[in-house]
């Protein structure tokens, strides 16, 4: 190939990559193929489920990386409990702390006394087992599990009202000394069931392991001098830590480069979806050609789908457009689809919930601003 030219393009695919390589003149122009080709390979996907092989390996890696941090966490909390005397320096010592009842010793301390090691121990022990955090983002997609969970952290506030119990450790410490209750069982949460009906008796939340933390502190910090406010805020910082989801990487709009495209959700993403559907979509009635809406049809369709009505194939569009019973669409010949989606915001803020009465009042820029708050709010409300 010396002292010539030559082009190289390349077409990159999911599972393919295909090349070709032109020979150039003189003035870079293309003048012949000098070669072609396409090369296949797998495209790393499950061949049953069609699933990325990716989608294996998250939950290993999450569970790895989760266990990696408590680790960390561990180990720096028990350092501060030793720095701050909570906890003994000799690793024999420390030892010994753990033939004593947490659950016990978390009771008692809401109303005597407890030393700073038995302190220090307490305090341990609810770093082990700290709640759960929901966050509404990365609980999204596992709806059943965290509706599960919602639904016993309401049992167990019912059951701490009932029996008086000021905190989860005072619950725990009388069920474990219940009559006739194992006291591994009393204080494990199984879940119990099979499938969609298996449930959790109770399920502790971060924020009920906080009031707890609080709540020790308070009584226990009249007792102690070493209790004050900047150890409290250092040992609460290190066990109810959460680290912020990263924000996705967002790409770059297609029509306008300098900018980040529009999340699905945005209004105007919504509408934009809606009108290409109706632009790319083709009627058929009888043995005349295939045409395009008229501008009055594609209006008319329109007006339903962006106040967040689906419109059918079969009944709904020959409804609306008053079309003989034989007419087809072009988007039913594939049968995949059998409608014309509407605004899914609209469908799921303005038919029901706080916004059912105000959304029809906003304007574009409130419901942009409300739609990038949902989009970003990672705690559930209060």
Not at 132 to 141: E, L, P, V, Y
Not at 226 to 240: E, G
Not at 307 to 333: C, I, Q
Request: charged share 30%; net charge positive.
């Amino acid at each position: 190939m010396s002292g010539k030219n030559y082009r190289f393009a390349f077409d990159v695919g999911t599972n393919s990559l295909g090349w070709a390589v032109f020979e150039l003149d003189q003035k870079n122009n293309p003048i012949d193929l000098a070669d072609a080709g396409v090369r296949i390979f797998s495209d790393g996907r499950d061949p049953k489920s069609k699933e990325s092989l990716a989608i294996a390996r998250r939950g290993p890696r999450s569970m790895r990386r989760r266990r990696d941090r408590f680790l960390q966490r561990r180990s720096y909390l028990m350092d501060l409990l030793i720095r701050a005397g909570l906890m003994p320096d000799d690793e024999a010592a420390r030892k010994a702390l753990e033939k004593l009842d947490p659950y016990g010793l978390r009771s008692k301390g809401l109303d005597e006394p407890l030393s700073l090691h038995e302190l220090g121990r307490v305090i341990f022990h609810l770093n082990q087992r700290r709640g759960f955090q929901s966050n509404r983002i990365a609980d999204a997609g596992n709806d059943e599990d965290s509706g599960k969970i919602k639904t016993a952290e309401k049992k167990l506030i019912a059951a701490l009202a009932e029996q008086g119990c000021r905190t989860y450790g005072e619950f725990l410490a009388k069920r474990q000394s219940a009559p006739k209750v194992r006291e591994r069982e009393a204080v494990r949460i199984r879940l119990k069931g099979v499938g969609a009906k298996a449930l959790y008796d109770f399920y502790p939340t971060r924020d009920i392991l906080k009031h707890e933390f609080d709540a020790l502190w308070a009584a226990q910090a009249v007792h102690h001098a070493a209790l004050n406010d900047a150890l409290h805020d250092k040992l609460y910082n290190t066990m109810f830590f959460q680290r912020p989801l990263k924000d996705p990487v967002i790409g770059k709009c297609t029509f306008y480069p300098e900018e980040p495209r529009l999340a699905k959700s945005h209004p105007l993403s919504q509408a934009r979806r809606i009108y290409q559907d109706l632009n790319h979509l083709r009627l058929k009635e009888g043995e005349a050609p295939p045409r395009n809406l008229t501008l009055d049809e594609r209006d008319t369709l329109a007006f339903v789908l962006l106040s967040g009505e689906d419109v059918t194939f079969k009944t709904g569009l020959r409804r609306l457009l008053k079309l003989p019973a034989n007419t087809t669409t072009s988007l039913e010949e594939s049968g995949k689809v059998d409608r014309l989606v509407g605004d899914q915001l609209v469908a799921r803020l303005s038919k029901k919930g706080p916004l059912k009465q105000l959304w029809g009042n906003l304007t574009l820029d409130q419901r942009a601003d409300i739609t990038l708050k949902l989009n970003t709010e990672q705690s559930e409300p209060p």
